[in-house]
């Protein structure tokens, strides 16, 4: 899996819906999909959490929990 995070808008101007649209139409071409939006108060920021496969994944793998090192 490949994560990106991408911060939209700023404090003197918040991110207007068509922009919004745009960008993610954009990206869902590029392979990314949207996994999670934040907005952050008294910013005007939106925070656009994506996520796509990496190359030769085609499914998540079962990997071990770290938690089982530590026992």
Do not use: C, H
């Not at 404090?11 to 590029?30: G, H, I």
């Not at 994944?57 to 089982?68: D, I, Q, T």
Request: glycine residues 8%; hydrophobic residues 35%; aromatic residues 10%.
């Amino acid at each position: 899996m490949e994560y990106r995070v991408v911060v939209l808008g700023g404090t003197l101007r918040a991110t207007k819906p068509e922009e919004l649209e745009a960008f993610l139409n954009r990206v869902a071409q590029e392979g990314w999909a949207l996994r999670e939006t934040s907005y952050k108060p008294n910013t005007n920021q939106l925070w656009v959490i994506l996520q796509r496969e990496g190359e030769g994944e085609s499914r998540p793998s079962r990997r071990r929990s770290w938690l089982a090192d530590w026992s």
